[in-house]
C-alpha cells in the first residue's frame, strides 16, 4: 500500500475514533457501531488483527437489534480469528455471521411480501 493510501487510511481511522468518542456522550449506539466496524476493517488492513477483535467485541452490545452491524461485525472478527489462525473462533464466528445473514434475508423477504399478506389480511 502507498504511503500516500496508510495516511489516509490512519486519518480516517482517527475521525472514526474522534466519531466514536462524540457519539458515546451523546449515546448513539448505531453510530458508535458504525465508527467501530469501521476502525476495526481498517486495523484489519493494517495487520493489527487483535485490536480489531477488540474493537468488534465492543460492538456486540451495542449492536443488538440491528441484524445487519451483528452479522457485520460477527464477519469481521471471523476474518481476524483466522487472521490469528485461530480456526476455531474463526468457524464460530462465520456461523454467527451465517445465521445473521440468514435472519437478514428472511426479513428482506417478509418485506417485500408485505403488500400481498395486507391485501390478503382484507
Known amino acids: 500500500m502507498t504511503n500516500y493510501a496508510n ?10 475514533n474522534r466519531s ?3 457519539s ?3 449515546n448513539d449506539s448505531l453510530i458508535i457501531v458504525y465508527n467501530l ?8 488492513v493494517f495487520g493489527d488483527y487483535v ?10 452490545p ?16 471471523g476474518i481476524s480469528s483466522k487472521q490469528l489462525f485461530n480456526y476455531e473462533d474463526a468457524s464460530y464466528y462465520y456461523d454467527k455471521a ?7 434475508r ?9 403488500p400481498l399478506c395486507c391485501f390478503l389480511n382484507y
Open 24 to 26: 458515546e456522550l451523546e
Open 51 to 60: 485490536g480489531s477483535e477488540k474493537n468488534l467485541i465492543e460492538v456486540l
Open 98 to 104: 451465517w445465521i445473521y445473514r440468514e435472519r437478514i
Open 106 to 114: 428472511i426479513v428482506l423477504q417478509l418485506m417485500q411480501m408485505q
Open 20 to 22: 466514536k468518542i462524540l
Open 7 to 16: 495516511q489516509k487510511l490512519d486519518s480516517a481511522f482517527y475521525f472514526y
Open 62 to 77: 451495542y449492536s443488538q437489534g440491528n441484524l445487519l452491524y451483528q452479522a457485520s461485525a460477527f464477519n469481521q472478527l
Open 37 to 44: 466496524v469501521q476502525m476495526a476493517v481498517i486495523q484489519e
